[in-house]
């Protein structure tokens, strides 16, 4: 009782909440100074969606239209056309992804049948016009030349790079990545 | 008609608590309540508050009928962050729902994936590998705790305790990191598909969360020395917002906020689901359904949910962590590419979603906030015919006015935050 009276008047309570804040003074700091210092992203991350292209250069994307179909934003156009230099290859005459729509939600990735597509790292992109945001195909296959290794780890990190390992070309039987003029 | 009151005491597992403690109101606020219509005169005041508050946490608009500095009426005003999830979801697979249901309860968006895929798993009587719902649970207790650390610190904040936030917000951070190893996103996950998860739990995540387990009792011993006997937190909720189990029941209350009024009510106990009935751990329940109880009860939430998660770990079976039903789930990328079947199978899978029988359900969830139940109306396409949402934060605003009225206008921004409301879930 009277241990609780002097507890009351003596604001011990407060006091050892104070005692506690005082002490993180002394410990360390957790806090990232983000421009000039930046955390280290999971291989995993979903930033941008770039384009890939088969080790020759070429373009995996073959329009299919299954990123359109899945995507729960919408955010996706594609317009796909036969190839004009390979004629029985189909290609994406238009491929539009609209950022300012995407939720990053990684259907897109999943719904491609050649891995043409993959997530970056790049999460910091911001534009002073709508437009910008607005990305066409070519701007997506240079994210992808940017972002290198990292569309790769991502699809091995997320189970779908056991047909990339299968490594021979002839392996992807049916969606040949031709080489131009061939 | 004494029979049948037994009667039903007896099926319902949730009323048996009240039996037990005689919850009345606190005779100041009888006293306040009936003074309300005094004989005072005062001219009519009416408050809007929100919906550009900052501790409504969110756009919540309420009008407040005012006596002097007393709450005679509360009215929220829902709606304005309505984005039609229920009617965007006619028009999507059962696969593109689920990053829909990540913006219902945007703090946990693991818990509103589990919820909906529990849904269509029940439409679809599909059963999900052990190790699935083994990283199922553990995944939703990591998201009880992060939801359970986000609402402390913001009540705490909002009655003036600053400090908290910080030490929460710093846990939180380790459960978002291993969020971003598990799934590659922080708040909008989109983990959970239907029959299993997305991706398997690395070593180095479940190491990490054994740490993290481990290290967690400290935290929470830190959080309680800054509130728990602090003379401003108990002025600020103690006898705040009470509310009766029986009244709590009659408004469907649920989550937290039931149970704070001594009703022993929990989806994860009494229909049990992921692997919550393999693992030993028990409901906390409050006694006077007060503020200061749903916090009380919260705090060994957490340490519940860090108990399941250990437990879990432990007990991680191998094998696969996604059903081999690839009528539901997606084939594996190696076996697109080089099976034609398999690759119109792929092409059919996204483009019309898998079937579900005809018919329709509900299943309730245990989220952190309450539960959260979908109910599915199947016309045998791939597509839900109608989806309705049992959002837990729009259920417990309906007992807004019964908890409000009689306290003052200071209290009413700590009577928001005792629900853990978050509009997106609110409003749909």
Redesign the interface.
């Known amino acids: 009782m009277l241990k609780k009276f002097l507890q ?1 008047i003596l604001f011990s ?2 006091g ?2 104070l005692k ?2 005082f002490r ?1 003074m002394f410990m360390k700091k ?1 806090t990232v100074q983000y421009p000039k210092e930046k955390l280290t ?2 291989d ?3 930033g941008f969606i770039a384009h890939r292209r088969y080790e020759n250069g070429v373009e995996r994307c073959v329009g ?1 239209d ?1 990123c359109e ?2 995507c ?1 934003a919408k955010a996706i156009r594609v317009v796909s056309d036969i190839h004009p230099e390979v004629p029985d290859r189909r290609y994406a005459k238009e491929y539009t992804l609209d950022f300012t729509r995407c ?5 897109c990735v ?2 491609c ?3 043409a597509l993959s ?1 970056t790292k790049e999460f910091a992109h911001s534009s002073f016009t709508r437009n910008g945001l607005i990305y066409s195909k070519e701007q997506m296959l240079a994210l992808g030349d940017r972002a290198g290794d990292e569309s790769d780890a ?1 699809l091995k ?7 990339e ?2 490594g021979k070309e002839e ?5 040949p990545p031709i080489t131009m003029g061939g | 008609m004494e029979s049948v009151e037994k009667e039903e005491v007896r099926t319902n597992p949730g009323v048996q608590g009240l039996e037990r403690r005689e919850i009345t109101l606190s005779t100041l606020r009888q006293a306040v309540l009936n003074g309300l219509d005094s004989t005072i005169k005062t001219d009519q005041f009416l408050l809007n508050m929100g919906p550009q508050h900052p501790s409504t946490h969110g756009v919540l608009r309420v009008l407040l009928d005012l006596d002097g500095e007393r709450i005679k009426k509360a009215v929220p005003d829902l709606g304005y962050l309505h984005r039609g999830t229920e009617k965007i979801a006619e028009y999507r697979t059962y696969n593109q729902i689920i990053p829909l249901t990540d913006r219902l309860d945007y703090v946990s968006a693991m818990a509103n994936n589990y919820a909906f895929v529990r849904a269509v798993e029940k439409l679809l009587q599909l059963k999900v590998p052990e190790r699935g719902e083994f990283i199922r649970t553990i995944v939703a207790e990591m998201q009880r705790i992060v939801n359970h650390l986000f609402w402390l610190g913001t009540q705490a904040l909002d009655i003036g305790a600053m400090s908290v936030f910080f030490y929460t917000f710093r846990e939180r951070e380790v459960l978002l990191d291993l969020f971003e190893k598990i799934c590659g996103a922080r708040l909008t996950t989109n983990y959970y598909r239907v029959g299993g998860v997305e991706g398997d739990l690395d070593q180095d995540v479940i190491d990490a969360l054994y740490k993290f387990v481990d290290s967690f009792e400290p935290h929470i011993l830190e959080y309680n020395t800054l509130l728990e006997h602090n003379r401003i937190w108990l002025a600020r909720t103690k006898n705040i917002a009470v509310i009766t189990g029986e009244d709590a029941i009659n408004f469907g209350l649920s989550g937290p906020t039931l149970r704070g009024s001594g009703v022993d009510y929990d989806l994860r106990k009494y229909e049990p689901y992921g692997a919550y009935d393999l693992v030993d751990w028990s409901v906390p329940l409050g006694k006077n359904g007060d503020i200061y109880d749903r916090y009380w009860i919260r705090i060994q939430e957490l340490r519940q949910s860090a108990s399941i998660i250990r437990q879990c770990l432990d007990k991680l079976p191998s094998g696969p962590f996604m059903t081999d039903d690839h009528k539901v789930s997606f084939p594996p990328k190696g076996r697109v590419m080089h099976n034609m079947e398999t690759l119109i199978h792929h092409f059919l899978l996204v483009v019309e979603g898998f079937k579900t029988p005809s018919g329709d359900t509900y299943c309730g969830t245990e989220t952190p906030k309450g539960e959260l139940g979908f109910y599915i109306v199947s016309d045998g396409s791939g597509k839900p015919y109608r989806m309705r949402i049992r959002a837990p934060s729009f259920v417990n605003m309906g007992a807004f006015n019964h908890m409000a009225r009689g306290y003052m206008i200071a209290d009413i921004v700590t009577i928001f935050g005792t629900y853990d409301i978050v509009m997106g879930e609110c409003d749909r």
């Not at chain 1, 939720?103 to 259907?107: D, E, V």
């Not at chain 1, 997320?158 to 047909?163: E, F, G, I, S, T």
């Not at chain 1, 392996?171 to 969606?175: P, T």
């Open positions: 009351t309570e407060l050892q909440g506690l804040t993180h957790i992203l999971a995993g991350y979903r299919c299954l179909a899945i729960p939720i990053f939600c990684g259907f999943v719904a049948p050649v891995n997530m991502y990190v997320k189970n779908m790079w056991d047909a390992d299968s392996g992807r039987y049916h969606f």
